[in-house]
């Protein structure tokens, strides 16, 4: 079992930047990749990007790609999204979340372990 726990969501304007954390429970921590998902009003929960187990390899949806980085500290048990040049259209609530394998993989389905979320919200 991971609990999750994300921190840093808020309130920006556009262009402006945040770096979502997500702390995780387990001393394993290293023998999972990480995800983080974002989820708008009315819509389905996303793939935004992804990082491996050691933090060697690294995937993002288009969209996201130049914009936000993912990144991970094993010896803190956490996971990290720096995001960039913030658009309202980034408005969601932002989700970490945790498979046992050392693929990353982009769907919901793929990951047993999920945060409670953290809501950013971006103003034009």
């Known amino acids: 079992q991971v609990q999750l726990v994300e921190s840093g969501g808020g309130l920006v304007q556009a262009g402006d930047s945040l770096r979502l954390s997500c702390a995780a429970s387990?001393?394993?921590?290293?023998?999972?990749?990480m995800g983080w998902f974002r989820q708008a009003p009315g819509k389905e929960r996303e793939f935004v990007a992804g990082i491996s187990w050691s933090g060697g390899s690294t995937y993002y949806t288009d969209s996201m790609l130049g914009r936000f980085t993912i990144s991970r500290d094993n010896t803190k048990n956490t996971v990290f999204l720096q995001m960039n040049s913030l658009k309202p259209e980034d408005t969601a609530v932002y989700y970490c979340?945790?498979?046992?394998?050392?693929?990353?993989?982009?769907?919901?389905?793929?990951?047993?372990?999920w945060g409670q979320g953290t809501q950013v919200t971006v103003s034009s």
């Open positions: 387990r001393d394993t921590f290293s023998s999972y990749t």
């Open positions: 979340a945790a498979r046992r394998s050392r693929v990353i993989r982009t769907a919901t389905e793929d990951y047993s372990y």
